[in-house]
């Protein structure tokens, strides 16, 4: 009893000096590890421990405000309250070590910035084309750079708008300014990928994001022809542009094509910025096993492993949004199809709600451990809402027992290699019992710190990492310092995810 009093004693002093966050973090998940969910947990730890680089995603969904906004910016006040709810969920997205937050920023044919090319979506003030008072894009970049993690701009590419709502979209609509890109399929309208003119519209979008916005990321989604892709309306198009090509083999290309030019864009904008996809889960039918007539290469035509053997795609995150023998072969055959690039499999946490599936907990669990072990380089999140609400405890495993240390984002070294100089960092006293690390800035860098109880600090073992932060200096307690036996070291980390010793 004596210990355990002690030790919530010293627990509570470190918060009182405001102690590094993750330090106090890892304490009280020491102090406390009797607790019987977590014990429970501990059932499903993984093998594998957690490694220094590994892609944590969420997507973070604006259509119809999902999972943001909940609140209308229709005043002042609204629209602050607006933002303090991005900053409530990014918050507990960094506290559960969240590192890559794919934010939907254009929607269906609409977006949440202030474009030239389309309007603003209904989703921010319950109207379409109505401005919220402020850029929700440049806050969400600034809020997650902020808490030291990624913003992706997630992008629907080939569905435009419901017909239902074409005409409420204003002067910017895609119909009104490009209405020969679009067919009826269903209840929507769609680009027509065959066109020539689709996949020049889709890059116009994509360079207008990258140029004017810090993304670290362009993230596509639908980026394929729609679900009975054998009704859509493309018939006149690939009699005119078709020429000899099997209409399968047509479709594509035509699909490839898009993605090579927007890559092509975005690197000679941008070079850093990383472009990703969410292809179907299952990427075509297995020797021994079926996908059943639902695969990315023959049902809407996505050759994505294509994709990455052909160097225009950096990362993959397959919506794997299934279970047994419907995940486990499919994610092995992505990974071995990878050609070096980074494969992060989606996964479908929106089942584990009673609403949907009410699949157990345990699902989530063995997929990402699974993950792990075959060395899959990460893995994200559909949706926010069912990871932050804790849908079936699953916050808390990921935040305790899946995710003990903050990790890097791999780097893409074929696209640059070069570590970046090494930060001089100095000490600074700021007063009795604080004191301060200070650095100059290392151009296009964010800063890593570390703390360890060994000399030199082993920068290499994932459970010394205190932050990932853009600021060039970093407070401590000089006593909780002291006490804890503990030394520090900062790195720089370029936007290519490359870190200096």
């Not at 999972?67 to 709810?85: G, N, V, Y």
């Not at 991005?86 to 559960?96: G, I, M, P, S, Y």
């Not at 084309?129 to 808490?147: N, Q, S, V």
């Not at 791999?410 to 006293?429: D, G, I, N, Y």
Request: glycine share 6%; aromatic share 14%; with cysteine.
């Amino acid at each position: 009893m004596f210990k355990v009093r002690r030790s919530i004693f010293i627990f509570l002093y470190l918060c009182s000096m405001k102690y590094s966050f993750y330090i106090i973090v890892t304490l009280a998940a020491a102090f406390f590890s009797t607790n019987s969910r977590v014990q429970a947990q501990e059932l499903f730890s993984p093998a594998n421990p957690s490694p220094k680089y590994e892609v944590r995603g969420v997507w973070l969904t604006t259509l119809s405000g999902l999972d943001w906004p909940r609140i209308k910016a229709t005043s002042a006040t609204k629209r602050e309250q607006q933002k303090q709810e991005l900053c409530q969920l990014l918050d507990q997205l960094k506290a559960a070590k969240i590192n890559t937050v794919f934010m939907q920023t254009r929607i269906r044919g609409a977006v949440i910035y202030p474009s030239k090319i389309e309007p603003w979506d209904v989703c921010l003030t319950g109207q379409y084309d109505k401005d919220p008072g402020y850029d929700p894009l440049a806050f969400a970049i600034e809020e997650t750079h902020k808490r030291g993690m990624e913003l992706h701009a997630w992008v629907v590419t080939v569905p435009s708008f419901k017909i239902k709502d074409a005409a409420k979209l204003g002067s910017k609509s895609l119909l009104k300014t490009h209405p020969d890109l679009l067919k009826k399929h269903n209840d929507m309208y769609y680009l027509d990928p065959g066109l020539p003119g689709a996949d020049d519209y889709l890059v116009s979008i994509c360079k207008e994001i990258v140029s004017r916005y810090d993304v670290d990321g362009i993230h596509f989604d639908y980026i394929r022809y729609p679900e009975n892709a054998e009704g859509f309306p493309d018939g006149a198009t690939y009699r005119k542009y078709g020429g000899k090509q099997l209409k399968a083999e047509w479709r594509r290309a035509n699909i490839t094509r898009m993605v090579r030019k927007a890559y092509t864009a975005i690197k000679a904008l941008k070079p850093w910025v990383r472009l990703s996809c969410s292809p179907v889960g299952k990427f075509k039918d297995m020797r021994r096993f079926s996908s059943r007539g639902w695969n990315a290469y023959a049902a809407v035509y996505q050759n994505a492993q294509g994709w990455l053997r052909d160097g225009i795609m950096d990362m993959l995150c397959p919506m794997m949004y299934f279970q047994g023998d419907h995940f486990y072969p499919f994610a092995a055959d992505w990974q071995e199809n990878s050609y070096g690039r980074t494969i992060v499999p989606g996964l479908g946490i929106y089942f584990l709600s009673p609403r949907e599936k009410d699949w157990d907990l345990g699902v989530i669990q063995r997929e990402l451990c699974y993950i792990r072990e075959q060395g899959l380089q990460g893995q994200a999140y559909f949706r926010s809402q069912f990871l932050t609400e804790n849908t079936k405890g699953l916050y808390d495993y990921v935040k305790t027992a899946y995710y003990p240390y903050p990790a890097l984002l791999p780097p893409m070294t074929w696209q640059s290699s070069t570590l970046p100089a090494a930060p001089e960092v100095r000490e600074e006293r700021t007063g009795a019992t604080t004191a301060c690390l200070k650095w100059n800035p290392v151009e296009g860098c964010r800063y890593v710190i570390y703390a360890s109880k060994q000399l030199p600090v082993d920068t290499s073992d994932p459970a010394n990492i205190v932050m990932v932060t853009p600021d060039c200096e970093y407070h401590y307690n000089l006593l909780s310092s002291t006490l804890l036996g503990l030394h520090f070291a900062v790195t720089s980390l370029d936007r290519y995810g490359n870190e200096s010793f």
